[in-house]
Nanobody, 115 residues
């Protein structure tokens, strides 16, 4: 059974930055795309960003130019660098990886943007 563990969340003021990490274990990390999602209270979970095994990236429009997804295959870790944070970015952030055989989610890390 694969496992994803997110970390790096916290409380930050508007305009601030955070870097989230997601460490994978018991997963063929390097050959699959990795994704970040988020869910705010009362809202559905929404996709934030993805990175392919080759390093190509895609972003939701609401984070383009502010967030950067990256991966370190040697460390089995995917990152989400979040800059220029807004109160609307407040949510529980999850990482995800999936194939035709599995669909793994982490437990999430809370990001709160507030003054």
């Amino acid at each position: 059974q694969g496992q994803l563990v997110e970390s790096g969340g916290g409380l930050v003021q508007p305009g601030g930055s955070l870097r989230l990490s997601c460490a994978a274990s018991r997963i063929s990390f390097s050959i699959y795309a990795m994704h970040w999602y988020r869910q705010a209270p009362g809202n559905q979970r929404e996709w934030v960003a993805s990175i392919t095994s080759g390093g190509s990236t895609n972003y939701a429009d609401f984070v383009k130019g502010r967030f950067t997804i990256s991966r370190d295959n040697a460390k089995n870790t995917v990152y989400l660098q979040m800059n220029s944070l807004k109160p609307g970015d407040t949510a529980l952030y999850y990482c995800n990886t999936r194939s035709n055989l599995y669909n793994y989610w982490g437990q999430g890390t809370q990001v709160t943007v507030s003054s």
